[in-house]
């Protein structure tokens, strides 16, 4: 029998004398692993007072495995749309990072804090009697499309190898350049009447990636002349992944280990178009190899035969060569 399973036979399984109980037991867990899809994306629905860091450690916890990564950093403050990828799936990220996102927001005006948000401290108010809902929403006008943006000094953007936030809460001056960035639509859907010397705007946000909604806060409270920040932030969606698929930590850990929504290929479906190739064609791109291009610039994801993720391509030189091989080795 010892021989047996030696030679790689899983099902023919020893159990100690006396404890035929465990044969059944060892047979319920393979068969268990056997339907578990270890590799894929999840759309998490982040709760506040979460870093994405510390999602990412619960999903490693639940998933049984240390190589879990996410796809765009949310505000401990934030809630939302988190997409974390695990096992392989994680050298998808690249494509996630840089996809459009969407938000809910509220912008406090006539308060500014260090953070531009509401977890920082307070720096200045201001009286908001001049403020109108015509000028709020000219001075929103004024901040959508394409924009050159100073994020806010409070953020993981590295000086010299160490994060801004860091720096800032040691009490440096910090500077950022500005980036430039797409706010498509900022859009004003309730102005609040003045409350405790302050007026609350809600907005909803469609923006290129890298756009900082608590700098959006903090540059239409500095047009008016009278500060912002912002209370509350709720992303919706990244790309295609939306808030209404995304799961709560709370759901995910009812069906540990099984945690992953989205196996290899249907992930890179919602964010690559695809094309599919032949056996040939698979064998040589499993291995790095390049093929006949289609015309079709890229990136592109490239499916085997069965349905399987082969790797994401782009076409150069009258080629199409993977950028990355997600083929099993």
């Known amino acids: 029998m010892d021989g047996a399973r030696r030679a790689g036979r899983p099902d023919l399984i020893a159990a100690p004398v006396g404890r035929p109980d465990l044969i059944a037991t060892a047979h319920r867990d393979l068969a268990g692993l056997a339907v578990v899809s270890t590799h894929g994306l999840i759309v998490v629905d982040k709760p506040a007072g979460m870093t994405s860091h510390d999602v990412v450690a619960r999903i490693r916890r639940l998933a049984g495995t240390r190589r879990v990564g996410h796809g765009g950093t949310l505000d401990p403050m934030a809630t939302g749309v988190l997409v974390v990828a695990v096992n392989r799936a994680t050298r998808l990220l690249t494509y996630v990072i840089g996809v459009g996102k969407t938000y809910t927001a509220t912008i406090r005006l006539g308060v500014s804090t260090v953070t531009d948000d509401a977890e920082g401290e307070v720096t200045d108010r201001s009286s908001v009697d001049g403020v109108t809902e015509e000028r709020i929403r000219a001075g929103l006008a004024a901040l959508t499309g394409e924009i050159d943006q100073v994020p806010s000094a409070v953020s993981a953007i590295k000086i010299n190898g160490q994060r801004a936030y860091r720096r800032v809460r040691s009490g440096e001056q910090v500077e950022l350049a ?4 797409t706010i498509s639509r900022l859009d004003a859907v309730a102005v609040h009447p003045p409350t405790d010397g302050s007026v609350d705007v809600d907005v909803e946000v469609a923006c290129s990636s890298g756009t900082y909604i608590r700098a959006i806060a903090r540059d239409l409270g500095a047009a008016l002349g009278v500060g912002g920040h912002l209370t509350a932030l709720r992303r919706t969606a990244v790309g295609g992944f939306t808030a209404a698929e995304a799961a709560t930590l709370a759901e995910l850990e009812q069906r540990a280990p099984d ?7 249907a992930a890179a479906g919602r964010f690559l178009t695809g094309r599919e190739v032949g056996a040939e064609e698979s064998r040589v791109l499993g ?4 093929i006949a291009p289609i015309g079709r610039p890229g990136p592109y994801a490239v499916y ?18 993977a950028e990355i091989v997600l083929a099993p080795a």
């Open 178 to 181: 500005a980036r430039r960035v």
């Open 304 to 321: 085997a035969p069965d349905g399987e993720l082969l790797a994401v391509v782009s076409e150069r030189d009258g080629r199409a060569r």
């Open 259 to 265: 945690v992953v929504q989205l196996p290899m290929a």
């Open 287 to 290: 291995h790095g190899g390049p």
